[in-house]
């Protein structure tokens, strides 16, 4: 069964970085495009970006362009996103979430990743 | 785009019917003559899970008191009758425009 495994909860300072990992299984790592989604506490859904596993070239969305990074490891079917300059209202749950092909949406999600932005 | 969802609020008694709307500040209608629209409902604590996708097309496991329907920029997401289970936020999601955007969520919770 399709699985994506997200890391844990991460707490960083105003101005840091934070890396979150999602991994992969029960399916062709390379095939499927993976997405990541944001939610800030008590609020709506929103795209930060996409990244193709095969070629390793992502698409980010304008609201986070110059600040976030996404990347992937092949071998261990793991794809990465770094968001630097934290402010504290990037504290939020971050999802990974696979692109369903050609419907144009996602189809499984990870469990979330909380991200605290905290001095 | 922008997406807009009505009511934000939907307080629905077990058994009855729940409709939620979503327009789209843009069509939604692609050029290889596709909508992209999801629906998505997030129980409390959990991820996110697809109903719904190109409009009407329900998810494998989903009930079929779930449906969608719409077309260009005004889209409907129906609960034919509503179930304690059914509790969450509800969010529509276009794909055809980059990047994907979502509606604000729509709550809904039993009256």
């Known amino acids: 069964q399709v699985q994506l495994v997200q890391s844990g909860a991460e707490v960083k300072k105003p101005g840091a970085s934070v890396k979150v990992s999602c991994k992969s299984s029960g399916y062709t790592f390379t095939s499927y495009y993976l997405y990541w989604v944001r939610q800030a506490p008590g609020q709506g859904l929103e795209c930060m970006g996409i990244?193709?596993?095969?070629?390793?070239?992502?698409n980010y969305a304008q609201n986070f362009q110059g600040r976030v990074t996404m990347t992937r490891d092949t071998s261990a079917s793991t794809v990465y996103m770094e968001l630097s300059s934290l402010r504290f209202e990037d504290t939020a749950v971050y999802y990974c979430a696979r692109g369903d092909g050609y419907n144009y949406s996602l189809d499984y999600w990870g469990q979330g990743t909380l991200v605290t932005v905290s001095s | 785009v922008v997406m807009t969802q009505s009511p934000l609020s939907l307080p629905v008694a077990l058994g009855q019917p729940a409709s939620i709307s979503c327009r789209s500040s843009q069509s939604l209608l692609y050029s290889d003559g596709n909508t992209y629209l999801s629906w998505f409902q997030q129980r409390p604590g959990q991820s996110p899970r697809r109903l719904i996708y190109?409009?009407?097309y329900r998810d494998s496991g989903v009930p079929d008191r779930f449906s969608g329907s719409g077309s260009g920029t005004d889209f409907t997401l129906k609960i034919s009758r509503v179930e304690a289970e059914d509790v969450g936020v509800y969010y529509c999601?276009?794909?055809?425009?980059?990047?994907?955007?979502f509606g604000q969520g729509t709550k809904v919770e039993i009256k």
């Open positions: 190109k409009v009407s």
């Open positions: 990244i193709n596993p095969n070629t390793d070239s992502p």
């Open positions: 999601m276009q794909g055809t425009h980059w990047p994907w955007t």
